[in-house]
């Protein structure tokens, strides 16, 4: 017995919006109606990749030490791919648009595999730290680049560090992109991010932002039920691989989605920088590269951002889901 899944985007929707449906094809010998029934069961998951390299790091920018290797990440890039491959899984990658200048073939290449590129700004900037119209320059270039080296349009994003500006929601809107993922609903993590939101599906953006636009909708990253802590990134570095996929199981039981991310700089070795903190090489390497295999090996249906994203219906003001506990 063998067979194959692939999963894609639809541009249909009568309000204009990519109307991003899972739409499943299925190769199948040998395959009986109950198998095939029970593959498509399985519960959605998105594994999307932040695709920047080790030097766009804040903690490597703030160092005192420097690195020769400029595109310390690339080669996780290649592993990436082959893990997906693999497992019969479509991803987002979250991508740096100055990363599509310098290696043009490698985003065409994760676009060619059938994934979703999407934006991480164009030079990996927070974006609380810029102007309005600095703001606007990273997410309208990084746009522009991406889509003419894909051949896809780019209606995604996701903000460096899951960092916002004030106006972060209407320039999205403004700029022509449909969704954002930089909301991760955890507790505070005081020096990092949290405390604010408490959403975990997929929803408009006018539940994080009531004067969000309505035509954006917003999905969240996933975090452990109850601990509420982010269940990848760094985090799956920290706790081990284990507990995310605990978190994995928790919150399919609930109905959600969960929504994860690694980062390509996560799966090579990195180079020795004095200044760069102990907790950024914590499991790189090996570990990470088995990891993300375990987690694709899960009896999940693996869909890009932009999929789920497609399941917020309706538009315009919803409850605000801001939380202030700890």
Do not use: N
Not at 152 to 166: C, E, I, M, Y
Request: a negative charge; one cysteine or more; charged letters at 25%.
């Amino acid at each position: 017995m063998s067979f194959s899944v692939y999963f894609g985007r639809t541009t249909a929707g009568s309000d204009g919006r990519s109307a991003s449906v899972t739409r499943t094809t299925q190769v199948a010998r040998g395959c009986s109606e109950r198998q095939v029934e029970s593959l498509m069961s399985q519960p959605q998951a998105a594994l999307s990749v932040d695709f920047e390299f080790f030097t766009h790091l804040p903690a490597y920018r703030g160092a005192r030490g420097v690195t020769d290797r400029p595109a310390v990440g690339l080669g996780g890039i290649t592993v990436l791919r082959d893990a997906f491959a693999d497992a019969d899984a479509t991803g987002t990658f979250f991508t740096v648009g100055e990363i599509a200048d310098r290696h043009p073939a490698v985003v065409e290449r994760i676009a060619a595999d059938g994934h979703e590129v999407a934006s991480h700004t164009h030079t990996h900037r927070h974006l609380s730290e810029l102007d309005a119209a600095e703001r606007r320059a990273e997410l309208a270039r990084s746009k522009e680049r991406l889509s003419a080296v894909s051949g896809a349009p780019v209606t995604g994003f996701r903000a460096p560090s899951f960092d916002l500006g004030p106006d972060h929601f209407e320039t999205l809107s403004d700029l022509g992109y449909e969704y954002d993922s930089s909301v991760v609903p955890c507790r505070s993590i005081p020096g990092w991010y949290g405390g604010e939101f408490s959403g975990e599906r997929p929803t408009p953006a006018s539940a994080v932002d009531p004067a969000a636009p309505a035509d954006v909708a917003e999905v969240p990253a996933a975090v452990m039920p109850r601990l509420r802590l982010p269940l990848t990134g760094t985090w799956i570095r920290f706790f081990g691989v284990d507990y995310t996929l605990a978190g994995m199981r928790l919150l399919a039981r609930r109905g959600i989605a969960p929504v994860l991310y690694v980062h390509p700089w996560e799966l090579v070795d990195l180079p020795a920088v004095e200044g760069v903190p102990k907790r950024v090489y914590v499991r790189t390497g090996a570990y990470m590269r088995r990891a993300v295999r375990r987690i694709l090996a899960e009896p999940f249906e693996f869909v890009t951002v932009g999929d789920l994203a497609g399941t917020v219906e309706g538009a315009g003001p919803a409850p605000a889901e801001r939380s202030d506990r700890p």
